[in-house]
């Protein structure tokens, strides 16, 4: 082979590395972004006890990631309700061992959604689907998150407005930071 084949090559070849490299990056980048994001949530108050990893961090991204891909839910919101929810624990029962996991679906969201429960992303599959089906029953996002709050479309009770408000509020702070 002759040294301009052989310089030639080698370019590609650097070219080629160059670029996975840079689109490794872009794809990983919103994902780090979101994780880090997640791990600030858990030093907010008295919380500092549930502070996580940054490797657990990635691992509930990119579940939420994943999850928000499969039902059209924004990442950051499946990441402020397991927050809400749980403070991204999985393994958590709630409303007298009703409701399990991350996100804490109850039986009828369980069913409905044929979830999982034995993974991380299981749970978080479950959550978003139960979330899309609440959005679908109620005819919108907000709707579905007063359901997933109460099991009603609107957030009536004085206790499910401020739970609505302080997710929506979080959210846009998550965002925006």
Known sequence: ???????????????????????????????????????????IGNLSSSEIEYNEATQ????FKKAGGLYNIEPELLAVMAYFETVYRTNLKGDSGKS??????????????????DTLQGQVDCGACWLDTGRTWCGSLEGGLCAYINGDCKCTT????????????????????
């Open 158 to 177: 004085l206790k499910s407005k401020r739970a609505y408000q302080r997710r929506i509020k979080l959210l846009e702070r998550f965002k925006n930071d």
């Open 60 to 63: 509930l991204s990119e579940a």
């Open 1 to 43: 082979m002759t040294e301009k084949k052989q310089s030639t090559l080698l370019l590609i070849l650097l070219c080629f590395l160059t670029t996975v490299f840079l689109l490794n990056v872009v794809v990983h980048a919103d994902t780090d972004t979101l994780a880090l994001k997640i791990k600030q949530l858990t030093k």
């Open 100 to 117: 399990h996991g991350i996100l804490q679906v109850g039986k009828q969201g369980r069913r409905a959604c044929e979830c999982n429960m």
